[in-house]
Nanobody
Framework: QVQLVESGGGLVQTGGSLRLSCTAS????????MGWFRQAPGKEREFVAG????????IYTDSVKGRFAVSRDNAKNTVLLQMNSLRPEDTAVYYC?????????????????????WGQGTQVTVSS
């Protein structure tokens, strides 16, 4: 059973930075694409960033391009989300998610239905 545990959330002022970390266990992390999603109160869960198992593909939703960076360390079963220049609209619960094992090293989906494994989430609050 794949387990994902996020950490690194917190309260930060506008313009500040946070780094989220997600550690995986129980699966084949080195063969799974990873994604970060977020959900604000009253809104649907949305894609933020994703990275293929090889690291060749890293994709972002438009609103975070140039501010967020996703990376992974397959030796440590860890995926990171570095968030800079944070804005109040980035406030949400952030979730780490994993796909099933993929052959394509460039596979990095944006649709949440492609991710059957989810962490419990970590709160990010950006004050104005």
């Amino acid at each position: 059973q794949v387990q994902l545990v996020e950490s690194g959330g917190g309260l930060v002022q506008t313009g500040g930075s946070l780094r989220l970390s997600c550690t995986a266990s129980g699966g084949t992390f080195g063969s799974q694409a990873m994604g970060w999603f977020r959900q604000a109160p009253g809104k649907e869960r949305e894609f933020v960033a994703g990275i293929s198992w090889s690291g060749i593909t890293a994709i972002y939703t438009d609103s975070v391009k140039g501010r967020f960076a996703v990376s992974r360390d397959n030796a440590k079963n860890t995926v990171l989300l570095q968030m800079n220049s944070l804005r109040p609209e980035d406030t949400a619960v952030y979730y780490c998610a994993a796909t099933r094992t993929a052959r394509n090293g460039a596979y990095s989906p944006v649709n949440l239905v492609e991710y059957p494994y989810w962490g419990q989430g970590t709160q990010v609050t950006v004050s104005s």
